[in-house]
């Protein structure tokens, strides 16, 4: 069996979690149901979701640690225009900025920079509270490990391809952008226009 090329595992990746996200809802559809078969459906569901999980996992051991890479591989293309977009004048992406001080490595998945500002980006398959809380204590530690960017203004954002209405309202509430991932080349700023970002750098008034 040929190899598959990036672009076809990122469209397999995509399709995978459509059918996914179908599959919850339907689940979500059939407990509202009054309906003696419960047990019965509940199992279905249960053996639906666990051949789905099976594939993913798949899907993960095929492409190791290029699976992460993958997810960020969907948001990279369009993401310099969609903040410009929003007045960010930001011109140069760097991927993967890893800083190491004092035994402790920082990573940051995406950054986006002009002159005076710089956008740091958390890239997650299924974006969680949890994955935000740990962004932000990144972002209060950002210019330790970058010191390039202490004097600029610091918006941080996170992304995802899967992202509940919780964690975007947790995520808009501190201050962060957020990123959505719609299809194999688009994404989508969440956050509406009235939106006012948390400025992370020296600049911050807290």
């Known amino acids: 069996m040929a190899e598959q090329t990036t672009e076809q595992a990122i469209a397999e990746i995509w399709k995978l979690f459509k059918e996914t996200d179908a599959k919850f809802k339907e689940t979500d559809a059939k407990f509202k149901e009054t309906d003696t078969r419960l047990d019965e459906r509940f199992a279905e569901t249960q053996a639906e979701i666990s051949r789905t999980n099976r594939n993913l996992q798949k899907l993960e051991g095929l492409f190791g640690n290029q699976w992460g890479r993958l ?3 969907l948001v990279q293309p369009g993401v310099l225009a969609l903040f410009q977009g929003r007045g960010h004048d930001v011109h140069r992406l760097h991927q993967r900025s890893k800083a190491k001080l004092n035994g402790t490595t920082m990573e940051i998945d995406i950054i986006l920079e002009d002159q005076t500002e710089v956008i740091p980006i958390e890239v997650k398959t299924n974006l969680n509270v949890e994955h935000v809380n740990d ?3 990144d972002l209060a530690e950002f210019t330790r490990f970058f010191p390039l960017y202490s004097a600029y203004h610091i918006y941080g954002a996170v ?3 899967d992202i509940s209405q919780d964690v975007i309202r947790y995520a808009y509430r501190r201050g962060l952008f957020v990123v959505s991932v ?3 080349d688009l994404v989508e700023i969440l956050n509406d ?3 006012q970002p948390k400025d992370f750098g ?3 008034s807290e």
């Open 71 to 73: 997810i960020e591989s």
């Open 135 to 137: 962004f932000l204590a």
């Open 159 to 161: 992304a995802g391809l």
């Open 182 to 184: 719609t299809g194999t």
């Open 193 to 195: 226009e009235k939106f």
């Open 202 to 204: 020296a600049t911050d």
